[in-house]
């Protein structure tokens, strides 16, 4: 007859917990680090500039480095929206070689599309909103909604208004402005966007036509992806 003795069970049990938990809490604790660096004036060149252009902040822009545990990951421009406490949004800036073919290399600075930022996992997305044009759009955020003008991708084109949520497939809303491109079409193309929260609604104007207001019905559906402990 075999007996059990507690203490000598416990002891032998103990160091096995051990090793199962342990890799389950060190993933748990571990923590990402998400910050921007400090600002860099860098030249570019506005759809609407000219040879003749020589307003220093008209030809230039401030960009900053996202960085994700003390590595840059990205260029980005302009202000961070703040979508939920743990996610962000931020537009990347794209340097770009503008050589031609046979030329030698010509680095430039442009506005990108924008990335979705998570602080937990140090996730980075890139975000397709629909029918944004860096160029054309000047996207306006209000919880997980934007609202620009854009430039559609279809057969007849155009210049459009557009309202897309995160995490949603398709657009809220998508209405035509007028045709695109246009000669002599000013810049920016259309004026900032503007938000109402209760009802929500998103008025939209091309520069120099008549504002359109959207209300938007829906619920957020951001996908924020996995918990800290999955990391």
Request: hydrophobic fraction near 40%.
């Amino acid at each position: 007859m075999q007996t059990f003795h507690p203490g000598r069970l416990s002891m032998a049990i103990g160091p096995l917990l051990v090793a199962i938990l342990c890799p389950a809490i060190a993933r748990a604790v571990k923590v990402h680090t998400v910050a921007l660096g400090a600002v860099r004036k860098v030249p570019y060149m506005p759809p609407d500039a000219t040879p003749d252009t020589k307003d220093d902040d008209a030809t230039s822009l401030h960009v900053r480095p996202l960085i994700v545990d003390d590595k840059q990951r990205e260029w980005t421009v302009g202000p961070i929206h703040e979508v939920t406490d743990r996610t962000f949004v931020v537009q990347r800036a794209l340097h770009l070689n503008d050589g031609l073919p046979g030329e030698a290399v010509h680095w430039t600075w442009q506005p990108g599309p924008w990335l979705m930022v998570d602080r937990t996992t140090g996730h980075v997305t890139a975000l397709h909103l629909p029918d944004f044009d860096p160029q054309v759009s000047q996207v306006v955020w209000f919880r997980d909604y934007a609202a620009y003008c854009g430039i559609a991708t279809t057969v007849k084109g155009g210049l459009v208004a557009v309202v897309a949520e995160l995490g949603a497939r398709k657009a809220v809303v998508q209405q035509k402005l007028s045709a695109w491109p246009q000669p002599d079409a000013p810049h920016p193309a259309c004026a900032v966007s503007k938000w109402q929260r209760t009802p929500m609604r998103a008025t939209i104007q091309q520069t120099g036509g008549q504002p359109m207001t959207f209300d938007v019905v829906g619920v957020s559906s951001l996908v924020e992806e996995g918990e800290a402990g999955d990391q």
